[in-house]
């Protein structure tokens, strides 16, 4: 456990210049359960992937916990500023440089396992939707190979003049129970659906 303790903290401190620089608000509400972090965008581990805005993040109460049924479950909003323009092979580029490059940091190596990413995607007039499956390498606990199962949305806020990609991640797929532990998370402001 201790080691896990560690990586979480090394996790942390990878953000925390990003985290002290945002100035950025909320837009998830969520129960005390579920740990907050914001990061700043372009992201550090990831700067193949350069949109500017925010990272909204909530981790499930046992997302560090190799045992809990709510391992590695966690979700997080994309706040840009600009609309992003993907398709499918964009969208699967983008995971892949994220977890890579998130592992790489969290690791310190360089040899890990490549990410491999599948998705479904249903683009509608202004957004998209997306399904499917990450594969990589888990370094901060179990330091393995891991499947996670994702959805991911857009949503256009006029309001506040933003665009949201919000992701749902689990080793569990989303025909278990828990995914409807992701209702506890809302958005804060007012989107398009």
Same mark, same amino acid.
């Given at each position: 456990m201790r080691k896990s303790s560690l990586f979480l903290l090394l996790f942390l401190c990878l953000h925390l210049a990003h985290a002290q620089e945002s100035k950025h608000e909320t837009v998830l509400s969520a129960p005390d359960t579920w740990r907050p972090e914001i990061i700043n965008m372009p992201l550090g581990f990831a700067p193949s992937i350069t949109y500017k805005g925010f990272e909204d993040i909530r981790f499930a109460q046992g997302w560090s916990d190799t045992t809990a049924s709510d391992y590695f479950t966690y979700t997080f909003v994309w706040v840009l500023d600009k609309? *992003?323009?993907?398709?499918?092979?964009?969208?699967?580029?983008?995971? @892949?440089?994220?977890?890579?490059?998130?592992?790489?940091?969290?690791?310190? @190596?360089?040899?890990? *396992?490549?990410?491999?990413?599948?998705? @479904?995607?249903?683009?509608? #007039?202004?957004?998209?939707?997306? =399904?499917?499956?990450?594969?990589?390498?888990?370094?901060?606990? #179990?330091?393995?190979?891991?499947?996670? +199962? =994702?959805?991911?949305?857009?949503?256009?806020?006029?309001?506040?003049?933003? +665009?949201?990609?919000?992701? @749902?991640?689990?080793?569990?797929?989303? #025909?278990? *129970?828990?995914? #409807?532990?992701?209702?506890?998370?809302?958005?804060?402001?007012?989107?398009?659906?």
């Open positions: 609309a *992003p323009k993907l398709d499918q092979m964009q969208f699967e580029s983008h995971m @892949r440089a994220y977890f890579d490059g998130l592992m790489t940091a969290v690791s310190g @190596r360089d040899d890990l *396992p490549k990410t491999q990413a599948s998705f @479904r995607f249903a683009k509608a #007039k202004k957004d998209f939707g997306a =399904v499917g499956q990450i594969t990589f390498y888990e370094a901060f606990f #179990k330091k393995s190979v891991i499947t996670l +199962h =994702v959805t991911a949305e857009s949503k256009h806020c006029p309001e506040q003049k933003k +665009h949201l990609v919000w992701f @749902r991640l689990s080793p569990q797929d989303q #025909k278990d *129970p828990l995914w #409807k532990k992701f209702d506890e998370v809302q958005l804060k402001i007012g989107c398009d659906k």
